[in-house]
């Protein structure tokens, strides 16, 4: 592990601009409390998590499940009475390079933030300033992060972002208050991606929208991600969204990472009961009408979590052993692979054969002409720049 | 065009519990600003006409800003129609006496978190309304009818001592469906009673909504946004856009075979996990204001099908099969680009026999 200079992470980003696939932000054992002490609420035990360049990556859990205090702690966003108490973030800036998130200095996390990590965040009219027009809100983030950019520049830069997020040059004058729902989350888009960062957290962007102008701006920024490469830590507890827009899933539970599998795997074949309970959770829109369960029961209270597996009070596959032992985050499924699927659930322990309903076959890898997570197409116009990559 | 017959509606068979006729809501805007001129109004619900039959779950869909709040606030008497008729059991609504009407007619909202009093118990919340309506306790005693109505939403006796903070979510909404119980109505106006609920609860209490449905008959308007629970919960769907109700039929027909270009995007729009590719949205943008909204067809403005007509003219209430009406010029028997002929304000419901009922895609026609 290199500390990073400070210097270097001014360094354009863009010199030998790394391929996609390769592990950008590596979690490994987080562990974030709320309060100090006896009383403390453990928001997030043992987080281990890799987010890949390029690629979506869905945070999936009920409220209190800690998806968002993860996002917020790897990214060292997280506020008091948030404390991390372990474990190591590693982001990858390419080239070898890499910064302990969780070492790092104000300084340095002030240059990461917003050129290399950005984020969105669900109510767009408490996350912009509304005494600001949104051309100076755009200003302001390209003259903290590029000092060299005078004001015409920036004010170019401003209306090429907002064009980019189909937005005219004449809101640029415009007030948060007079734009609607829809505009405002793609200003916020728009300036995230201000700086080109490679990594993009966006905290339930689209769940204060309406249907049709959620699917716009996600139609938007599959395209735009497309065309920029950088990664998403999309964070919703709509899982059936997830699942048409995340390249692979992760399911939190309790503070817990219950499972992680490429999206397609994890619908057709989820390999935990929370899992398989939340996907039975969402009536659908085709075939005949049938009675659906949920999930009995409500989520865990992280204040006095219950002994051994978090979903167990709640899970009808229950054993004895999950009352009291904690089941680890293990590969289930294919190992093969270079980012196995993992799963935390004594039923896919190997030691007897899992219910069907948690071991049907998994989908092949790559059964639609765009398999990789991560599609950088070659004719990328920011990547032309990195030269002969 | 003056007051055209623009909602889709259904031919009313018997006597529904509950029957919206017409019914308008203006708002007034008391802004005084340059461009709003004096006396401008909101138009949130216009000429909406709705039948809800005994013992059925009609669910009324539309985003937000359609004005199905507005609805079901009328639907309860919470606010007066700006005109139009509001028939319970046959009768007008507004010769009852309010608190009559709301012995029958009950709400649930939204937010548990807000709709319940933290200062009090559970026992407070449900006794309240027994107190109210002067129906105490008759032969047992006020318990044992808490007891009851905790029993019915499917709550253990004990919640009864509780305070809403020590509650769930989903907890808190049972309490507030329980609350509506207590007076024994026969219609509950839900409105978007499981949004603010956690995914995996969601269907306990929609479930919840059924049962009592099957076991007390009762009669449920369930308002969402969502139209895949609509399809759910529903028997019949009502897709609200721009203050009307421009499809509602059977809500498997409605979610399967739609038949109006809005309900298409809706279900374009929706999350869906089966989906092979991403969807082709046809009409983006977003409603128009509803202070002036556009002439003819509220939705002609993104309408990928928009004729001529279509703006000139409100579409009428086409029946495109039997119990399925749509308001789109798309289905009118004879409805050609050129449109000379004039009819009248809402021209009776075609037959189903000559309804030509095309496929689950309009003739195509991309954009005018």
């Known amino acids: ?389 | 065009m003056t007051s055209p017959s623009t909602a889709a509606a259904l031919p009313v068979t018997g006597t529904p519990v509950l029957e919206a006729r017409s019914l308008v809501k203006h708002f007034r805007v008391h802004r005084r600003g340059r461009r709003t001129q004096r006396g401008a109004v909101v138009h949130a619900v216009d000429d909406v006409s709705l039948a809800v039959p005994e013992a059925s779950i009609t669910a009324v869909v539309g985003e937000s800003g359609c004005g199905k709040s507005t609805l079901t606030q009328m639907l309860a008497r919470l606010i007066r129609p700006t005109s139009g008729e509001l028939l319970l059991d046959g009768s007008p609504a507004a010769r009852r006496d309010a608190r009559e009407y709301a012995g029958q007619v009950q709400m649930v909202l939204q937010d548990p978190f807000a709709s319940l009093n933290l200062v009090h118990t559970v026992r407070y919340h449900l006794a309240r309304p027994l107190r109210i309506h002067g129906l105490g306790p008759g032969g047992h005693s006020l318990d044992d009818e808490i007891t009851s109505l905790l029993e019915r939403v499917a709550l253990s006796p004990q919640t009864a001592d509780k305070y809403p903070h020590e509650l769930s979510g989903g907890q808190r909404q049972r309490v507030a469906i329980a609350r509506a119980l207590a007076v024994r109505p026969r219609v509950l106006l839900a409105d978007e009673p499981v949004s603010m609920l956690d995914v995996s609860i969601r269907l306990g209490v929609l479930n919840l909504l059924a049962d009592l449905r099957e076991r007390e008959r009762l009669t449920l308007v369930y308002v969402t946004h969502d139209i895949a629970s609509a399809r759910y919960l529903g028997d019949t769907i009502a897709v609200m856009y721009a203050g009307q109700i421009i499809e509602q039929g059977p809500a498997a027909t409605v979610t399967d075979q739609p038949s109006h270009p809005y309900t298409q995007l809706l279900l374009a729009a929706a999350p869906d996990p089966d989906r092979p590719s991403p969807p082709a949205l046809r009409g983006r943008g977003a409603p128009p204001s509803l202070v002036n909204p556009p002439a003819g067809c509220r939705f002609h403005p993104r309408c990928p099908f928009a004729m001529a007509i279509c703006a000139q003219q409100a579409p009428p209430s086409i029946e495109v099969a039997s119990g399925h009406a749509s308001a789109c010029w798309l289905h009118a028997k004879d409805a050609d680009p050129a449109m000379s002929q004039n009819p009248g304000p809402g021209p009776g419901p075609i037959p189903p026999t000559t309804a030509s009922r095309p496929d689950s895609h309009p003739p195509q026609g991309e954009g005018t």
């Open chain 1, 1 to 389: 592990m290199t500390l990073l200079h400070v210097g270097t992470l001014d360094q354009p980003a863009e010199a030998g601009r790394p391929r996609p696939g390769e592990p950008l932000l590596e979690v490994t054992g987080l562990c974030v409390d709320y309060g100090i002490g006896a009383d403390a609420v453990h928001a997030v035990l043992d987080a281990d998590l890799v987010l890949h360049r390029g690629e979506v990556l869905g945070l999936a859990g009920e409220s209190g499940s800690g998806k968002s205090t993860f996002a917020y702690a790897a990214t060292r966003l997280l506020r008091a009475p948030g404390v991390i108490t372990g474990g190591s973030v590693l982001f990858h800036l390419g080239e070898g390079r890499e910064i302990d998130l969780l070492a790092a200095d104000e300084a340095q996390l002030r240059r990461l933030r917003w050129a290399h990590v950005a984020v969105v965040l669900q109510s767009a009219m408490h996350a912009l300033n509304p005494v600001m027009s949104i051309g100076d809100q755009l200003g302001d983030v390209l003259r903290a992060h590029r000092p060299d950019m005078d004001r015409a520049a920036r004010r170019d830069r401003a209306v090429q972002l907002l064009d980019m997020v189909g937005i005219t040059a004449d809101r640029l004058r415009s007030y948060p208050h007079e734009l609607s729902g829809g505009m405002r989350q793609r200003v916020m888009i728009a300036m995230a991606l201000a700086l080109e960062p490679q990594m993009v957290i966006m905290d339930e962007p689209t769940t204060a929208l309406d249907v049709v102008t959620q699917r716009e701006i996600l139609e938007e920024l599959a395209a735009l991600r497309d065309r920029l490469g950088f990664a998403v830590l999309f964070i919703t507890h709509d899982l059936s969204l997830l699942i048409e827009i995340a390249d692979s899933i992760a399911i939190m539970y309790g503070g817990r990472i219950a499972e992680r599998a490429p999206a397609t795997a994890l619908f057709r074949a989820p390999r935990h009961p929370y899992t398989l309970g939340l996907l039975g959770s969402f009536p659908s829109l085709h075939g005949p009408r049938v009675h659906m369960t949920g999930i009995p029961g409500s989520p865990p209270d992280l204040r006095s979590p219950p002994a051994g597996c978090p979903f167990h009070p709640r899970c009808g596959y229950v054993m004895e052993r999950c009352r009291t032992e904690l089941p680890p985050l293990r590969p289930v499924g294919r190992a093969d692979t270079q980012d196995p699927r993992v799963a935390a659930c004594w039923l896919q322990d190997g030691s007897a054969p899992p219910p069907a309903e948690l071991a049907r076959p998994e989908p092949e890898p790559s059964p639609d002409p765009d398999p990789d997570p991560g599609p950088v197409p070659a004719d990328t116009p920011a990547d032309t720049e990195g030269g002969a990559a």
